[in-house]
């Protein structure tokens, strides 16, 4: 990680430097993809401003304090990087655990063995029975969609002979596709 540090306005003391550099340096334990972190420490009047910029890989994370005192004014926006830097971290990992594990090709069907199941994560192809095989109509497909208690139902629509689903939407109402000629 490069430390950058900027004094505006006053004369930056090597002790303050190295105070600045032991806390900015504390940063690299709780994310590794830290590029710069660049401090800049400002005096106007009574005020002692310490702003600080860290980017880190594919984004950039900012904090401002003001205080009476240079330090505590260091001190302070270091912490409140350090939140956002582990808001930042939990969030990419949180990103991680969510992402769906997608490794290879789907199981087909005919790919499924028979016996005891594996001890494996991934996606299964599971075979389903919501198949009416007569023609009905739409109106006669959601009546049996409501009786089954299932998610969806595939039918041959029997005005047109087309495969037509319906399903239940999340609003309660139901859903209605049919295959394109």
Avoid: C
Avoid at 42 to 59: M, N, Y
Avoid at 104 to 119: D, S, V
Avoid at 127 to 154: C, K, Q, T, Y
Avoid at 157 to 176: H, M, S
């Amino acid at each position: 990680m490069e430390i950058v540090t900027t004094a505006r306005r006053f004369q930056l003391t090597p002790q303050l430097k190295e105070h600045a550099h032991k806390r900015l340096q504390k940063l690299g334990r709780y994310f590794n993809n830290i590029i710069e972190a660049h401090l800049v420490l400002d005096s106007e009047k009574h005020r002692q401003i310490a702003e600080l910029t860290v980017h880190a890989h594919g984004t950039e994370l900012i904090s401002r304090e003001e205080t009476p005192d240079m330090i505590s004014s260091i001190d302070r926006v270091t912490d409140r990087i350090e939140r956002q830097i582990k808001k930042y971290n939990a969030r990419l990992k949180d990103r991680k655990v969510r992402r769906p594990i997608m490794e290879g090709p789907p199981i087909t069907e005919t790919e499924i063995p028979e016996g005891e199941p594996e001890e494996e994560w991934g996606p299964v192809v599971v075979r389903g029975n919501e198949w009416h095989r007569d023609p009905i109509s739409v109106e006669e497909a959601i009546r049996a969609l409501r009786e089954s208690n299932a998610e969806f139902l595939m039918f041959r629509n029997d005005r047109n002979r087309k495969v037509g689903l319906v399903y239940t939407r999340p609003d309660g109402n139901f859903g209605f596709i049919e295959e394109e000629a």
